[in-house]
């Protein structure tokens, strides 16, 4: 009964501190006050905060700011806005980080006319590989086909000059992808199982891009 006690008494208290967490529950990986789940593997780019917003700019080319931490089964939600003119985005996934260098999963943030924001590519590898499948298409009518059902499953749910809100799933090789609630992608692919979650910057100078709201709910021990 005492040990029982005693557990309990220690389970409360790390529950009130928030020093402990649990697999289902959401985690925040920006308090909106500092960048402590975040780091820069680049020797260029800069992450600032302000108003409780992370900001990424650049005077060089593109750059990702990585979580420290590897995940592999989980929900993650983000919102980014976008500047005006040239620019593009996203969120890697289960993604590669080493010096000056990310690849991996890309749920895409394109503010262009193409609208191709919510599809995935794999950066650094396959590019446009499945959600819209550009890039290994086996014909010109495949290809036209696959970028036509994605359009028209995408819609008009991305705001070019607003926030817009991304929600990524992961579980095994099933992979989800939500853009304003409305499903863009949902494929399987087995290329990658764990990996890091970065924000981009495309490259462009003086172009801020801006982030909020970032949270994660780890399903790895579910």
């Given at each position: 009964?005492?040990?029982?006690?005693?557990?309990m008494?220690?389970?409360v208290?790390?529950?009130?501190?928030?020093?402990?967490?649990?697999a289902?529950?959401?985690?925040?990986?920006?308090?909106?006050?500092d960048?402590?789940?975040?780091?820069?593997?680049?020797?260029?780019?800069?992450?600032?905060?302000?108003?409780?917003?992370i900001?990424?700019?650049t005077?060089k080319?593109?750059?990702?700011?990585?979580?420290?931490?590897e995940?592999?089964?989980?929900i993650?939600?983000?919102?980014?806005?976008?500047?005006?003119?040239?620019?593009?985005?996203?969120?890697?996934?289960?993604s590669?980080?080493?010096?000056?260098?990310?690849?991996?999963?890309q749920a895409?943030?394109?503010?262009?006319?193409r609208?191709w924001s919510?599809?995935l590519?794999?950066?650094?590898?396959r590019?446009?590989?499945?959600s819209?499948?550009?890039?290994?298409?086996?014909?010109?009518?495949e290809?036209?086909?696959?970028?036509?059902e994605?359009?028209?499953?995408?819609?008009?749910?991305?705001?070019r000059?607003?926030?817009?809100?991304?929600?990524?799933?992961?579980r095994g090789?099933?992979?989800?992808?939500?853009?304003?609630?409305?499903?863009?992608?949902?494929?399987?692919d087995q290329?990658?199982?764990?990996?890091?979650?970065?924000?981009?910057?495309?490259?462009?100078?003086?172009?801020?891009?801006?982030?909020?709201?970032?949270?994660?709910?780890?399903?790895?021990?579910?």
């Open positions: 009964m005492r040990n029982t006690k005693y557990w008494s220690l389970l208290a790390c529950l009130l501190t928030g020093s402990v967490s649990f289902g529950e959401w985690i925040d990986l920006f308090n909106g006050k960048l402590t789940h975040w780091e820069n593997p680049y020797d260029w780019g800069k992450a600032e905060i302000v108003d409780g917003e900001h990424l700019t005077e080319s593109k750059w990702f700011l990585a979580t420290k931490k995940y592999s089964d989980f993650f939600e983000a919102e980014v806005k976008m500047p005006e003119g040239p620019s593009n985005s996203g969120f890697l996934f289960r590669h980080k080493s010096k000056n260098k990310m690849f991996g999963y895409e943030v394109d503010p262009s006319s609208n919510g599809g590519y794999d950066e650094g590898r590019k446009w590989f499945i819209p499948n550009r890039d290994h298409a086996a014909s010109k009518e290809q036209l086909q696959s970028i036509a994605f359009t028209k499953r995408v819609g008009t749910s991305f705001k000059d607003d926030w817009n809100k991304y929600r990524i799933e992961c090789d099933h992979i989800k992808i939500s853009v304003n609630g409305v499903t863009t992608t949902d494929i399987h290329v990658d199982s764990k990996g890091y979650i970065a924000l981009q910057h495309h490259g462009e100078d003086g172009q801020i891009y801006r982030f909020r709201n970032i949270r994660i709910m780890d399903l790895a021990d579910e």
